[in-house]
């Protein structure tokens, strides 16, 4: 079955740290580049983070930038998403997508991605 499976999220506290992993199965990660991204409560979904195929391209959204690190073992077939300083405002419901859309320039646009995974929440609370 093609998929996308996120997970690791979780409750931590503002200042804490998770990484959330996104495992594709059925297909092959290396011909696909990924992106994060995150839909809080009564808001739209929000683009955060890409990386390229092979992993030499990464772009970051204003609002993750220097907190956030994407990163991906394309022989684990899976992206992660390592999150630190994390916020109050950090609270959502995260997804992983593929595309094949190359630049990352546009990233945030949801029409480049043909697959998307479930989800996984994370909760920032003290």
């Known amino acids: 079955q093609v998929q996308l499976v996120e997970s690791g999220g979780g409750l931590v506290q503002p200042g804490g740290s998770l990484r959330l992993s996104c495992a594709a199965s059925g297909f092959t990660l290396d011909y696909y580049a990924i992106a994060w991204f995150r839909q809080a409560p009564g808001k739209e979904r929000e683009g955060i983070t890409y990386i390229s195929k092979s992993g030499d391209n990464t772009v970051y959204s204003d609002s993750v930038k220097g907190r956030f690190t994407i990163s991906r073992d394309n022989a684990k077939n899976t992206v992660y998403l390592q999150m630190s300083s994390l916020k109050p405002e950090d609270t959502a419901v995260y997804y992983c997508?593929?595309?094949?859309?190359?630049?990352?320039?546009?990233?945030?646009?949801?029409?480049?991605?043909?697959?998307w995974g479930k989800g996984t929440q994370v909760t920032v609370s003290s």
């Open positions: 997508a593929r595309t094949t859309y190359t630049t990352g320039r546009y990233f945030y646009s949801e029409n480049l991605y043909n697959l």
